[in-house]
């Protein structure tokens, strides 16, 4: 009688032992959206101060700084490569209120598809 209780015991835990089988979960790739161009960037800045009616005074692309004007406040955009490999676009404005800088980041974000 022993016998059988030990192989009826010996089975039982043969098959709840065979059920908590652990599957790993699929391996996968976490891929980032690449980093736009310098090059993009700057256009796209450009694009959006003539969208909004800055009127550019100097420019240069090597530095990443324009200068220009609009309805008399003087502004200044900079386009700065970080050390993480992404770009940051920044700007500017003297000589009074104005909505230049919220009309200049819409303008760019739209030129940028965002």
């Known amino acids: 009688m ?7 015991l010996f089975l039982v835990v ?8 652990y599957y790993p979960p699929p391996a996968y790739t976490v891929v980032s959206p690449p980093h736009a161009s310098y090059d993009r960037i700057w256009d796209s800045a450009m694009r ?13 692309r090597n ?8 309805d008399g406040v003087g502004v200044t955009i900079q386009v700065v490569k970080q050390s993480d490999g992404t770009t940051r676009v920044e700007i500017t404005s003297k000589g009074g209120p104005s909505t230049v800088t919220d009309d200049f980041y ?4 739209r030129n940028m598809g965002r």
């Not at 022993?2 to 009826?8: M, P, Q, S, T």
């Not at 043969?14 to 059920?19: A, E, F, H, T, Y």
């Open 2 to 8: 022993n016998k059988i209780r030990f192989a009826l």
């Open 14 to 21: 043969l098959v709840m032992g065979s059920g908590c089988y």
């Open 48 to 60: 959006a101060a003539q969208d909004v009616g800055i009127r550019i005074t100097s420019s240069d």
């Open 63 to 70: 530095t990443g700084t324009a200068s220009g004007q609009r």
């Open 106 to 109: 819409k303008a760019y974000n």
